[in-house]
């Protein structure tokens, strides 16, 4: 995610998060790519000056990656810690990165660790039961299941995480804000339309008229190339319009006609 400056905390996260963190109650984010997940939780381990171990969940993840595994050196077998493991053990703040995207048993034994004991059994090597640090914290996001390669979360790991926090795109006034501290020229006229210009294919994804939806990211890059002295009409082309082309020419002359009606030919 966007990490060039700080999270610009438009819906009063920090503090859902601040009283989460005392209450140890785990935290699940929810919303499309691009909105700036990562950004505040990294942001929010900065401002607690505590680690943050973080893993990005897919269809390659697998229990060894949260668990560890056996290693042989020099005829001594030895067990590399995984992430779960190391968090717990330390009272770290866990993050845990699209997590509907993680498999069926991968899930099943993240539970074991994130029910009210906050413990789990390393059945793996020693058999010791690991107990959690106290200060251990976990935040997890999951992104809508429109998206691709998400799945349903199973309802007892729902429950593992009782504070939701909703994240979405910003109010283009916002969006604005943020998009400035990564851009210094000065069209702000072009950025606010290139930005309401992104707000625009986002509603049409969401109501499914196209099929994808802009991120900040792209505001960004957006701007960038404003800085660089691209026209606003040709930005919005290379950001904006061509990525619709992998999904047929029809996809992308929709787009193409949205950007002449806002920029002009």
Known sequence: MLQSSAYLDWNNSFDILNKAYD???????????????TTLVRDFANSKDT???????????????????????????????????????????LYLDELNAAEADVLLRLDEALDDRRQII??????????????????????????????????????????????????????????????????????????KLANTLRQAAAVEELYYAPSLRE??????????GLSAKKAADIVFAN????????????VSDIITSMFGK
């Open 122 to 195: 390393l059945k793996e090597s020693t058999g010791e039961t690991i107990n959690a640090n106290q200060k251990w914290f976990v935040v997890a996001t999951i992104n809508p299941l429109t998206h691709v390669g998400t799945k349903e979360l199973p309802p007892q790991l729902l429950s593992r995480f009782p504070i939701r926090i909703r994240l979405d795109y910003p109010p283009e006034e916002t969006e604005f804000e943020i998009v400035k501290r990564h851009a210094g020229g000065n069209h702000d006229d072009s950025l606010k339309q290139g930005i």
């Open 23 to 37: 209450s140890s109650l785990f935290v699940l984010i929810i919303g499309p790519k691009g909105t700036g997940k």
């Open 51 to 93: 680690k943050l171990e973080s893993i990005n969940f897919s269809l390659r993840t697998r229990e060894s990656h949260l668990i560890g595994t056996k290693t042989l050196t020099q005829g001594t077998i030895g067990f590399d810690e995984g992430i779960l493991i190391r968090s717990m053990k330390e009272g770290s703040i």
């Open 219 to 228: 505001t960004i890059a957006y701007a960038k190339l404003l800085d660089s």
């Open 243 to 254: 990525v619709y082309g992998q999904w047929g020419n029809v996809e992308y002359q929709k």
